[in-house]
């Protein structure tokens, strides 16, 4: 409960204090967080270790202090987003590929947007629902409720929809692509532990295949993308085309090589900037020695696992 009473705390706070002044403040706290979180330290920088494995220990290091700084930037634009006009929000963010989502749109089966934990990706999905896009978000669940809900409300103040993670709403996702609607997911952290081994960097992991299988079963686009944050903390989108979904008539294998087209475009995405993926989990934490042996070869010379069951397919989340 401490940090719901913090949150509402700042939500008051920042009403009066300027964004500049609040933004240095958060750097500050990002870099105590790095340095006395040891925890939170070991995980960005083991995570950092696979993106740039020949990088040295004090690059990775800046990188994994400059990655807590930006998460907790990213918790003050969400209590921010509560005290912003459509007008301030426009002027925060700027949008590139945009007509790939009206184009994919006009096809009448949906629209998946994924991506990772990249940027400011809680306040960037904002500028979507306030342009007048019927969007969803499903958003992992945090305890206790109570800031589970708070946390949802702030990022519910624009029209952006939460679904809970979790096959409760598997009709309301279905119901939502049918009604040509848009889904964000998120693929680079499997918090339900239902993923598929995937390549990823230098060794494969988990990851959730919802989105592929979603689209595979439903027709819906599938639009990989991504968000930066900019130096003035202001926010620049880029969505790329629908990806070339492969379609053999193995569910199986289909999905194992349309997530690995995702888990490459993730790669590029990460590589270009480092410092914005905001994870602070180990990514790379599980020892796949008897799974990479009893599974089937993928590309690269790495080895997957079986697809689960289709009733957890919505298990990715933002």
Same mark, same amino acid.
């Given at each position: 409960?401490?940090?719901?009473?913090?949150?509402?705390?700042?939500?008051?706070?920042?009403?009066?204090?300027?964004?500049?002044?609040?933004?240095?403040?958060?750097?500050?706290?990002?870099?105590?967080?790095?340095?006395?979180?040891?925890?939170?330290?070991?995980?960005?920088?083991?995570?950092?270790?696979?993106?740039?494995?020949?990088?040295?220990?004090?690059?990775?290091?800046?990188?994994?202090?400059?990655?807590?700084?930006?998460?907790?930037?990213?918790?003050?634009?969400?209590?921010?987003?509560?005290?912003?006009?459509?007008?301030?929000?426009?002027?925060?963010?700027?949008?590139?590929?945009?007509?790939?989502?009206?184009?994919?749109?006009?096809?009448?089966?949906?629209?998946?947007?994924?991506?990772?934990?990249?940027?400011?990706?809680?306040?960037?999905?904002?500028?979507?629902?306030?342009?007048?896009?019927?969007?969803?978000?499903?958003?992992?669940?945090?305890?206790?409720?109570?800031?589970?809900?708070?946390?949802?409300?702030?990022?519910?103040?624009?029209?952006?929809?939460?679904?809970?993670?979790?096959?409760?709403?598997?009709?309301?996702?279905?119901?939502?692509?049918?009604?040509?609607?848009?889904?964000?997911?998120?693929?680079?952290?499997?918090?339900?532990?239902?993923?598929?081994?995937?390549?990823?960097?230098?060794?494969?992991?988990?990851?959730?295949?919802?989105? +592929?299988?979603?689209?595979? @079963?439903?027709? #819906?686009?599938? $639009?990989?993308? =991504?968000?930066?944050?900019? /130096? !003035?903390?202001?926010?620049?989108?880029?969505?790329?085309?629908?990806?070339?979904?492969?379609?053999?008539?193995?569910?199986?294998?289909? +999905?194992?090589?349309?997530? @690995?087209?995702? #888990?490459?475009? $993730?790669?590029? =995405?990460?590589?270009?900037? /480092? !410092?914005?993926?905001?994870?602070?989990?180990?990514?790379?934490?599980?020892?796949?020695?008897?799974?990479?042996?009893?599974?089937?070869?993928?590309?690269?010379?790495?080895?997957?696992? #079986?697809?689960?069951?289709?009733?957890?397919?919505?298990?990715?989340?933002?």
């Amino acid at each position: 409960m401490k940090t719901y009473y913090l949150l509402r705390i700042a939500a008051y706070l920042v009403r009066f204090v300027p964004h500049r002044v609040v933004y240095w403040i958060c750097s500050i706290i990002g870099g105590v967080i790095f340095t006395l979180n040891w925890r939170v330290r070991e995980a960005v920088l083991d995570n950092m270790g696979h993106v740039l494995p020949k990088a040295t220990r004090q690059l990775r290091r800046v990188l994994g202090r400059r990655i807590v700084r930006n998460v907790v930037k990213n918790y003050y634009d969400v209590i921010r987003v509560t005290t912003m006009s459509p007008a301030e929000l426009e002027r925060s963010i700027t949008v590139h590929g945009l007509e790939h989502v009206e184009e994919a749109l006009k096809q009448g089966n949906g629209v998946i947007i994924v991506s990772g934990h990249i940027g400011n990706f809680s306040i960037v999905a904002q500028l979507a629902a306030a342009r007048g896009f019927d969007v969803s978000v499903v958003a992992e669940d945090v305890e206790p409720p109570k800031l589970y809900d708070y946390v949802n409300h702030l990022r519910g103040h624009f029209g952006l929809k939460m679904l809970k993670l979790g096959s409760s709403e598997v009709r309301t996702i279905y119901r939502l692509l049918r009604n040509n609607e848009i889904l964000l997911l998120a693929i680079d952290r499997d918090v339900t532990n239902d993923g598929i081994l995937v390549p990823f960097f230098d060794q494969p992991t988990h990851m959730p295949h919802g989105a +592929v299988a979603l689209a595979l @079963r439903t027709g #819906a686009a599938i $639009l990989p993308g =991504y968000t930066v944050r900019l /130096p !003035d903390n202001t926010s620049v989108v880029i969505i790329d085309p629908p990806l070339d979904l492969e379609r053999t008539g193995d569910r199986e294998e289909d +999905v194992r090589v349309n997530m @690995r087209q995702l #888990a490459e475009t $993730l790669e590029r =995405y990460i590589i270009e900037a /480092p !410092d914005q993926w905001v994870v602070l989990q180990k990514i790379w934490d599980k020892d796949y020695t008897e799974e990479k042996a009893a599974g089937a070869t993928g590309q690269n010379g790495h080895n997957v696992e #079986a697809v689960p069951s289709e009733q957890k397919e919505p298990a990715s989340t933002f």
